[in-house]
């Protein structure tokens, strides 16, 4: 539960909290709120329309300088009572310290919400009643939209009677108050019912690939979608602030439509659309969007703008709607306009900041991230020649291509493919590479085993990292190349970093571009990199900055899964999903089976639902295969029951048995264990 408690101040029986006075013993007149000001259009000319599409309207206006609203509509057409269910962001502008109070007439009945925040429901039938996913935020914002400092807004009373409910915050100097308040027409029980009800499944924790943070309920987008906007939920390094992040939209789609699929609720449709229309909102007209990750020139980060492009793909192929279309053109276009052309081919740049000497340098001022220019390969100077966007960017516009039919960017394509096949088969001086990578695999093993090599090895190791792998760059430069002895696949050939755990993201982007291209015979490259992998997770799970990579392996290995029948990988993802849960992080949304990327919407199977919330099911059905795998992460042996189970009656086989047929719950997940059920 959050660190705010409601309930703490007053209960929902009608008694009444504290009110606490001011200096003078009155009470502070403060900014005073009511649902009307929150839901109810203005009559003037002060509002905006944002959005509007069929089924959802977004509309923006101003409350006299005190306060700023972003209110998003559903007018969906299958529900006579959707065109009222509507989610208000409220900001109340920084000025003075002062009180707000958010008054509502009527009874009501305050209560925590198990599917996160707290619900306020009607008492009289004819009430609309109210879902607080979040409690009210303190922010400090810059000029440019990073946040650069939040907190929970002290609660300073609450006051319940069968005539009224206030609730009172204190705003500090200089601070935004930041809430989301969510409205169902009193006719609409279902949401509710939704929301208080989820399945185990709904609160497991699932990990997003932009910010690298967990989500495990609906009242978790509230984490990431701020006033409309989408921002990564984390304090990045090196400038401590949050950036909006279309790479974790696109992780909220895949966990959402994953849940919509599995569920049937409603609520995770209505998601769903606020979650693709806040992105869009936040578009420039060029096409991009803005970051500023990493300084204030607010530089666009592609593979945050790949992953808006794939979740507009995404949304289009599951609904027709213009709005959508046109957004994802601009991107597209977009793209490919600021790609750089080398000797091997089209190359699509990591970030914005690669078009231009001058924002690299100031890049260097704000952050202190050096970079030294190279023409190697034929690319522009600035361009560190990162792999996995490039690889990403490729399949999102190929994405555009197939989902549209606008054929007008094939030569690009087409030439970033001759990029990709040009770069993985690139092995100069080979037996200088055997030589440094030798060394260089000797810091990547894990304590104990490196612990125990001779002290010959010791020292050869110690002067690897110290000396050796800082000036690796030099050598990647002089004879460039990115997949190295051993089938371990570098990110760049800049100077930035040494970093494994982007092995896992190259392979996983790799597997990706294999199910859109698999004419480009990259068999070879991927089939080693598994094998480098399965090397490192150790090397990963050692240290608390390495360990996403677990989660982004098992990512690849679900696309490998749903590429390949191989039982190696099946082994491989269960071992992976075991090695999740036990350093407490979340799967990828991917397993969920939400993914139109690697499973057509008309394709998609439901992800059965387990009864025990510690039980783990990857949802590997697609091309009209029902298929799963059911992990224990537990020491003891678990009942292989469902809330909702599998369609229809699947074989089932325990790791090194062969598959037996048997009823649903006629089985056990051992400890430590998993499952593989599978049926074509």
Sequence with gaps: MDSLDLNQAGSS????????????GARDAGIRFAPQDFFDIPTDTGFRQVIDTADFQRLAWDIAGRASICLDRFPERTSKNAERTACCFLRVLPGAKRTVHFS??????????ASGGWLLKAVESTLPSYWLPRPPMLRKLDSLGHVLAETAAPLSGLNLSSEEMTIEWQLGDDQHLDWVVWQFPATDHSMIAALEHPLALERQALFLWGSKTLVQSPADLYLHLIHGQVYANDFVYPRKWKFSSEHD???????????????????YRLLKRQTLFSVIAHQTTGGNWLNGEWTDLMESHYRSHNGAMLMLASALEEQADETTRQALARAVAYSVAHADRTDLGLWFLHDSLEESAAAMDEMLIQTGTRWIPSRALGKSPCNK????????????????RQITGDQQYAPQIASARNATRATLALHPADWLYRAV???????????????RLPGGLRLVKRLTWMYLIPHLHRIKQRYPRMVMPGGLIERHLSSLHFGTHYHAVNLMDLARYR?????????????????????L???????????????????????????????????LLADAMLRIVALRLGLPPSLLGGDTEAVRPEHRVSCPAPTDIRMRVANLSCDGRREFIVINPTQEELALAWQIPPEGVLPWAAEGTPPLKHTANAQSVPARGWLWGRLS
């Design 13 to 24: 029986t009608g008694q009444t909290g504290c009110l606490p006075p001011d200096s003078d």
């Design 104 to 113: 509502i007439s009527g009874a009501y009945r305050l209560s925590v919400c």
């Design 249 to 267: 939209a696109h992780g909220l789609y895949v966990a959402l439509g994953g849940l919509e699929q599995a569920t049937g609720k409603r609520l």
């Design 385 to 400: 020649f990162i792999l996995n966007t490039h690889l990403d960017a490729t399949v999102a516009v190929d994405r555009y």
């Design 437 to 451: 990578y030798w060394a260089v695999w000797l810091t990547l093993l894990p304590t104990a085993q490196a612990e």
């Design 515 to 535: 199910r859109r291209f698999p004419d480009d015979n990259i068999d070879n490259v991927i089939r080693d990199a598994v094998t480098a992998g399965t090397r």
């Design 537 to 571: 997770l150790d090397h990963w799970g050692e240290s608390k900055n390495r360990r996403f990579a677990i989660v982004v392996w098992a990512d690849a290995l679900y696309h490998l899964c749903t590429q390949d029948p191989s039982p190696e990988y099946r082994r």
